[in-house]
């Protein structure tokens, strides 16, 4: 009767929830891992930005180690590296309020 539904129902339910946990599992292994590491230091006394990544997907593992050279700027040095100052440009658009813009910037692009 009823408690052997009971158990048919039960048995459902932890065949449900194994069939998701091993999905989950699954998709976990088939999802790639990647770590990007970018930090200043010292390699054998001269300054290096490093950049350390690592990959990881199933069962494959990548690691990328490399120091790049650097020259490190005192603030007073930084103002000869600066991008250059320039001026706003001078464009202004004047548009009627009751005119659709739709034809205007059909026009300019025609240009």
Do not use: F, W, Y
């Amino acid at each position: 009767g009823s408690g052997s539904n009971n158990r048919l129902a039960d048995k459902r339910d932890a065949n449900n929830n194994n069939q998701r946990v091993l999905r989950t599992l699954q998709q976990q292994q088939q999802q790639q891992h990647e770590v990007v590491i970018l930090k200043l230091a010292k390699r054998n006394g001269l300054p290096c930005l490093c950049l350390e990544g690592r990959q990881i997907q199933c069962d494959n593992d990548i690691e990328i180690h490399q120091a790049i050279p650097v020259t490190i700027l005192r603030r007073a040095e930084m103002q000869n590296h600066l991008p250059p100052q320039i001026n706003m440009p001078q464009v202004q658009l004047e548009l009627p309020l009751k005119r659709p813009i739709r034809p205007l910037v059909d026009k300019l692009r025609a240009l």
